[in-house]
Each structure stands twice: as structure tokens, then as C-alpha cells.
């Protein structure tokens, strides 16, 4: 997530993935350091492990992003009370394992991988849902 103004040093900021389970982003102290652009960046990790092996492809994943001010010196995080300031919304994709050639990777690659491939995760039903749009089929005109 990227802020344009800076935030005082007092100001925590989460992610919160709201649904069928709830994801928390872990609740980090803004820092008044930019990146290039400067823009105050939010480097915080989800909470949530993915099955590992298993190809997903999330075409809306919102987070709801929070803040609130340091109120003590220890577990201010656990005692925050949270403001809701904004939603992002992005594709997310994972795929079945770290690629296996160092060439660039392209969003279409991975577009079109994780997409066929959603929820699977043997190699083979992996490939074959993949290369399914390609077959000869006059009756699978998808790709």
C-alpha cells in the first residue's frame, strides 16, 4: 500500500481480507522513510499461509486498509482501536511452484496459467487444463 503524505511515527497502519476468512496484514509502524517516488510504502505480510502446491487465481482480492495511533509502549497493535481507511483491490495469483527458468515472467503467462489452472495441483491436471483451450476442438474456440 503507498501513501502519498507522510504519517507521524505514531500512526499504525494492517491490512484486513474480509470474507468467508478473515486474513490479517500485520500491523506495522509508519516510518517516515519514501521510496523513490516519495511515496510511504507499506511492507507488511499477510498472516495467511496458502497451501502450498496449489494453483489460485483470485481475480478481486480486496483489502481493507487501517490505522490507528500507538497508545502505549508494548502490544500496541493487540490494543489498537482500528479506523478503516480505504480498500485495495488486486488480481492474485499463485502458482504451483517457483518458476523454473530464470527469463522474465509475464503477467499474461501468469494470467493465463493460474486461471486455467485454479485450484489444482497435480502437474498433470495442471498441464492439461492449461493446453485445454489450444486443442483441435471447433467447438473450443477460447484462445
Not at 19 to 33: A, D, F, P, R, S
Not at 38 to 43: E, S
Not at 75 to 86: K, P, Q, R, S, V
Amino acid at each position: 500500500m503507498t501513501f502519498e503524505k507522510m504519517c507521524p511515527e505514531s500512526v499504525l497502519i494492517r491490512g484486513v481480507k474480509s470474507g468467508t476468512q478473515t486474513i490479517e496484514y500485520e500491523c506495522k509502524k509508519m516510518v517516515n522513510e519514501t521510496d523513490s517516488n516519495g511515496h510511504y510504502v507499506y511492507t507488511g505480510l499477510s498472516k495467511q499461509i496458502f497451501e502450498a502446491g496449489v494453483v489460485k487465481y483470485i481475480p478481486n482480492y480486496d483489502i481493507d486498509w487501517q490505522w490507528s495511533h500507538i497508545d502505549g509502549p508494548s502490544g500496541y497493535c493487540d490494543n489498537a482501536e482500528w479506523i478503516t481507511f480505504g480498500t485495495s483491490s488486486n488480481t492474485l495469483y499463485i502458482t504451483h511452484d517457483i518458476p523454473i527458468s530464470s527469463a522474465d515472467v509475464y503477467q499474461t503467462t501468469i494470467h493465463f496459467g493460474c486461471s486455467e489452472a485454479n485450484n489444482l495441483s497435480v502437474n498433470s491436471e495442471i498441464e492439461a487444463a492449461i493446453w485445454a483451450p489450444f486443442s483441435n476442438d471447433t467447438d473450443n474456440p477460447k484462445r
